[in-house]
């Protein structure tokens, strides 16, 4: 039995405990000198909203915001009332200001607060660095994640001997860590990505034994990843994305039993094998991308039952993939892209309902590639393999080779204009961007109705707590281009990619081109709000050549929403034009919210710089027609042909043109202007390289519809020819009727028979020319 005063006390406490005031009188109130802090602090940072009427630790007047619902914002103070008399009032002992649009530089005053234990300051625009003041501060935990500071490392940090949780990521602080952070013994969250710290890692961060959490991404250091991580025995998360260190990992590493999340990307230096992960029981995230690893994928690495992530891609790992893999049920994405395996894709790759990369390697083993409906276009070539996820279908995977061009000659193209991760756009006549706003998910492969282009993405963002990221992004009132100008439906939206995107242009004729990239920064802005303080920098490949590294839209452009055009030669030697975009761990990842980084790209133009060369595919035709009739055009294309050189003598060409059975008409230029009211605008009905197409009716009712050649140009008189001589030569149902033929001073032209709409353009336009 539990006496009665002990449950009325267990009443009390929780009114106590609900009202946030423990072991205090209703009476209790936030200690003067604080108070008067709170309000330089609020005038300094721009905190408006506080209502000092109301006492700072009453929960009313602002003091906590409960309008929030996404944990990247918070503005709450919270106090701790149970200090007992004499001194018996309120001290803060937390306060969270996140995402609240504070700026200017930051304010001594805090050191005033003596029992603030924990300040988390994240995502705002603080200027300045940390002043002196702070000392004396008792922090244990403290963030300003996301924030304008710059300046050396803050010494005086190192003498906030208390702290356990410190991040300064996404700030402009630059220069060495000092040695001193060693004093921070009981460090166990350092988190220093994006920023510009530069030189080797001071030996002393060996000596933060309690380390749980590292991170160092986005950095410039130095040297090579120091064999002292081996004291981080305790470490669980370690990260060290594009961070400048030089290969290998040291062995060291393999000591590290309790990491769940090991993140390094982007290491110079010599490659070298495998680093000896077989300890590493807990991981739960395994990326090791472009760390210049090379020989085989240790077996063990299956056997990581915990393995939710794996991303070994772009490195140099060759053999086969281990049989281990086959063990691994619970990963839920699975990179291998870009390196030199061999052998065959293990069929359980295919079978399991997981997001599956081999794209990129050296599979030798054709009959392993799974035939899978539209992704696999399987060639002898076995140099590129593609692994897509079924868009029907969520997790299911499919192969593709090396693309193979499916188009005959006559169908190369020689201009290719692509409007990434949006719709259509028309920019003017000829020049249509092809929409490219479909594929969704992980990894995928992707190929235009046309067969034109393709696409290729790989990776999925990390951190956002979303199974369904989005790979294309909108923002229509970010862009400062003119929404009635005609690029701006190219820069509304664009195609981003956590880590790797690649275009194809398929069957382009060979030759030089001028390869445009389209830009603009269209997420991140250059204004005072959150958004202003992110940063996107990736590197660009064009023929698998890196021709921009480290490339900021925002810089390129001077500004945000501004577009800005990279403009590229290729010389196109196999048909395939290849843009590679790929994230090189740079730039910040924290910004409005975790997951936000990678390339981006709103649009891509192809043009020739040379004149294409026009094709006229005879044989097709032959095949098409059947030999009798080639041999009868054939014949038609000499005489006609011949006619042609005298076709200034007009009478010559009229009467040879009657000798011949052309199983046709002539028409004289005056019956066929009054046929078509002398060739009037409203009548015409089509426009094509060669000429113009008229409806007209001849005296009788009958409606004819009249080919204008354009008669100065070569081609049009060798289309002339041609087409006559097939025409004429022709009687098929399917046929447009060729009724006769006009050949008048430099006039020349065809009238056929007049059928409604679609039937009569296609028949004139699509049937025998392009
Ligand atoms: C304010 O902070 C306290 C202490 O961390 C927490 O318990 C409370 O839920 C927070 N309130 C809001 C609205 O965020
Ligand atoms: C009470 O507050 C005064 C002034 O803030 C301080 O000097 C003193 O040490 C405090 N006493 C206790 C028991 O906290
Ligand atoms: C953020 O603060 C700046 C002044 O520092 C102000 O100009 C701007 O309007 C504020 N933005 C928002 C969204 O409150
Ligand atoms: C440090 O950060 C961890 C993880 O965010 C958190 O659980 C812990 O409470 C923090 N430590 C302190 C002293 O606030
Ligand atoms: C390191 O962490 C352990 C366990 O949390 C703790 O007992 C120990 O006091 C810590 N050491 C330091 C120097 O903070
Ligand atoms: C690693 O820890 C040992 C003690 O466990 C210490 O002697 C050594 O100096 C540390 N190494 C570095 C590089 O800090
Ligand atoms: C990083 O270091 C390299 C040379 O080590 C230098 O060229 C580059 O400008 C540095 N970048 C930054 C952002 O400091
Ligand atoms: C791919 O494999 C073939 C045969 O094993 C080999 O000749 C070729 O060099 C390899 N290519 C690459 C890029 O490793
Ligand atoms: C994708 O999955 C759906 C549903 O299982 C299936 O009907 C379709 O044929 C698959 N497509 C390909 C290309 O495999
Ligand atoms: C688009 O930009 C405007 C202006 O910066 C902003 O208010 C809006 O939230 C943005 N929309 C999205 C979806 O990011
Ligand atoms: C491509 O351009 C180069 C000069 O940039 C020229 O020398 C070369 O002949 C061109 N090749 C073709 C196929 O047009
Ligand atoms: C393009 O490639 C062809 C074939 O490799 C070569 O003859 C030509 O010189 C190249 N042109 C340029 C501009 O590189």
């Not at 899978?372 to 593709?400: D, I, P, W, Y």
């Not at 250059?526 to 996107?536: A, M, V």
């Not at 090189?584 to 294409?612: C, D, H, L, Q, W």
């Not at 005296?699 to 070569?714: D, F, M, T, Y």
């Amino acid at each position: 039995m539990i006496p009665l005063h002990r449950i009325y006390f267990i009443i009390v406490l929780f009114t106590l405990i609900l009202h946030g005031r423990i072991g205090s009188s209703d009476n209790t109130k936030l200690h003067e000198a604080e108070v008067r802090a709170l309000k330089e602090i609020g005038k300094k940072i721009g905190k408006k909203d506080w209502n000092f009427n109301k006492d700072p630790c009453s929960g009313e007047g602002n003091w906590v915001d409960t309008s929030f619902t996404t944990k990247e914002f918070e503005s709450n103070i919270t106090c701790d009332c149970s200090y007992p008399p004499p001194n018996s009032s309120c001290h803060v002992i937390r306060i969270a200001l996140k995402s609240q649009n504070l700026s200017g530089i930051v304010p001594p005053e805090f050191s005033k607060l003596r029992h603030l234990k924990v300040l988390d300051l994240s995502r705002n625009s603080l200027t300045g660095t940390i002043p002196k003041e702070w000392a004396s501060m008792r922090l244990e935990d403290l963030s300003f994640m996301g924030n304008r500071l710059s300046g050396p490392f803050p010494k005086v940090l190192t003498r906030l001997t208390t702290l356990r949780n410190l991040s300064l990521e996404g700030n402009q602080f630059s220069g060495p860590i000092p040695p001193e952070i060693a004093k921070l013994t009981h460090l166990e969250k350092l988190h220093l990505p994006s920023n510009a710290f530069t030189g080797p890692l001071t030996e002393k961060l060996g000596l933060l034994k309690n380390i749980t959490d590292m991170r160092l991404s986005d950095n410039n250091f130095t040297g090579p990843v120091p064999n002292f991580i081996g004291n981080w025995t305790r470490i669980v998360k370690l990260q060290m994305h594009g961070c400048g260190l030089d290969g290998p990992i040291p062995s060291s590493i393999s000591t590290l039993t309790s990491l769940s999340d090991l993140r390094i990307s982007d290491l110079g230096g010599k490659p070298s094998s495998f680093p000896p992960l077989s300890n590493l029981k807990s991981i739960k995230s395994l990326i090791l991308r472009r760390c210049n690893l090379n020989g085989p994928i240790p077996k063990y690495i299956g056997d990581m039952d915990k393995l939710k992530t794996l991303d070994l891609s772009f490195n140099l790992l060759s053999g086969e993939i281990p049989s281990s893999f086959e063990n691994m049920k619970k990963a839920d994405f699975i990179y291998l892209t870009g390196n030199k395996l061999t052998g065959g894709v293990p069929k359980y790759f295919v079978e399991i309902n997981k997001n599956v990369d081999v794209s990129y390697n050296n599979f030798t083993d054709e009959s392993s590639i799974p035939n899978n409906g539209e992704c696999n276009r399987v060639t002898s070539n076995l140099v590129e393999s593609f692994a897509t996820r079924n868009k029907s279908q969520k997790g299911s995977t499919c192969f593709l080779q090396r693309i193979p061009c499916v188009h005959p000659k006559k169908d190369h193209i020689y201009k290719l204009y692509i409007n990434c991760g949006g719709g259509e756009v028309k920019v003017d006549k000829g020049k249509i961007y092809q929409a490219d706003d479909e594929p969704k998910g992980a990894s995928m492969f992707f190929t235009s109705a046309d067969k034109h282009w393709a696409l290729s993405s790989t990776g999925n963002f990390m951190d956002n707590d979303d199974d369904a990221d989005d790979y294309t992004v909108q923002n229509t009132s970010r862009l400062s281009v003119n929404s009635s100008s005609l690029s701006f439906g190219l820069y509304r939206t664009a195609r981003v990619s956590p880590l790797s995107l690649t275009y194809y242009g398929l069957c382009l004729g060979n030759g030089n081109y001028t390869v445009n990239l389209h830009f603009a920064e269209i997420i991140f802005t250059d204004d005072n709000t959150l958004y202003s303080l992110g940063k996107r920098l990736f590197d660009i490949y064009v023929q698998d050549q890196l021709v921009m590294k480290n490339f900021n839209i925002q810089e390129a452009a001077r500004g945000s929403g501004k577009p800005v055009t990279k403009s590229f030669l290729v010389n196109v030697t196999d048909h395939t034009l290849k843009i590679g975009l790929r994230w090189a761990g740079k730039g910040t990842t924290g910004i409005p919210i975790r997951g936000v980084y990678g390339p981006m790209i709103s649009a891509i133009s192809v043009e020739p710089n040379f004149k294409p060369p026009v094709y006229y595919d005879v044989k097709a035709i032959i095949i098409k027609v059947g030999l009798p009739v080639a041999a009868a055009t054939l014949l038609l294309f000499i005489i006609v042909g011949v006619l042609w050189k005298k076709r200034h003598d007009k009478n010559a060409i009229d009467k040879e043109l009657r000798g011949l059975d052309l199983q046709t008409g002539t028409f004289t230029l005056r019956q066929i202007k009054a046929a078509t009211d002398n060739f009037d605008v409203t009548k015409k009905i089509g426009e094509g390289g060669f000429g113009s197409v008229y409806k007209g009716e001849l005296p009788e009712g009958k409606l004819i519809a009249v080919k204008q050649l354009s008669a100065k140009s070569r081609q049009g008189n060798r289309e002339f020819v041609n087409e006559i001589g097939m025409i004429s030569a022709l009687q098929h149902p399917n046929l447009v009727k060729l009724y006769g033929c006009c050949v008048e001073g430099n006039q020349l032209i065809l009238v056929y028979e007049y059928l409604e709409n679609n039937c009569l353009s296609r028949a004139l336009f699509g049937m025998f020319f392009f």
